[in-house]
DNA sequence: CTCATGATACTCT
DNA sequence: GAGTATCATGAGT
């Protein structure tokens, strides 16, 4: 499989996920139509990222050549998924946060349940259930169809001008940096959220 | 629409 | 043991 994408260096991943927003995501019988997506780096630049500390058992996908799944278990209940970005050795990631479904909408309203069409994959643990994926995708391939997701370039392409960018959702650290991309007005971007730090009772 | 809160279990220190 | 790249719900504006 060759796709320049696949070749951009881990240095550039915030440039690497903008120009996923419009691409389109398979996996178990639906596809979704990207339209907000955010970037983490490696380790020792990116404090918010899992690789920040050097690979762990968890983050080791991420180390690894681009174009695999990275998924997994946040908060106790909720998958994320992510699409390994930069060559092997180096860490990065484009978190997959949110889309419209724009095939298999049956599948994805069972999935999820009674919510309005536009809230299916508004999210990334929303986008995560209606996809029907789980850690099993982890450490797959996106390209190549050997895993049961497929990431394929747009087919309406994103003009760069109707993209906009800010802070990633719910991350403890780095709030500043920009890394978060989105198109401007697409109803089902997710609502900005910033992080709360939880205590134990 | 915007907050605020709790559920929940995994990972790393 | 502490913290968490979230979501659904419920009350307030």
Do not use: Q
């Not at 390209?143 to 993209?163: C, K």
Request: aromatic share 8%; hydrophobic share 40%; glycine share 10%.
């Amino acid at each position: 499989m060759d796709h320049p994408w696949l070749r951009a260096p881990a240095a550039h991943v915030a440039e690497t996920a903008r120009t996923l927003l419009g691409w389109e995501v398979a996996a178990n019988g639906v596809r979704i139509r990207l339209t907000e997506v955010e970037a983490y780096a490696g380790t020792g630049v990116d404090p918010a990222s899992h690789a920040h500390r050097g690979p762990t058992p968890r983050t080791r996908v991420m180390f690894g050549p681009a174009g695999y799944a990275y998924t997994y278990f946040v908060f106790g209940m909720h998958w994320c998924l992510n699409v390994v970005c930069g060559g092997e050795g180096e860490a990065a990631a484009v978190l997959l946060r949110a889309g419209e479904v724009v095939d298999g909408l049956d599948l994805a309203r069972k999935r999820r349940g009674e919510v309005p069409d536009r809230d299916l994959a508004r999210g990334p643990a929303r986008l995560v259930v209606a996809l029907g994926v789980d850690a099993t995708a982890n450490g797959t391939c996106v390209f190549d169809g050997t895993g049961p997701l497929l990431l394929t370039p747009s087919t309406r392409p994103v003009a760069p001008a109707a993209v906009s960018a800010g802070p990633r959702v719910g991350v403890a650290a780095a709030h500043e940096v920009p890394w978060r991309f989105w198109i401007t007005g697409d109803p089902t971007v997710s609502p900005y959220r910033r992080h709360v730090p939880r205590r134990r009772t």
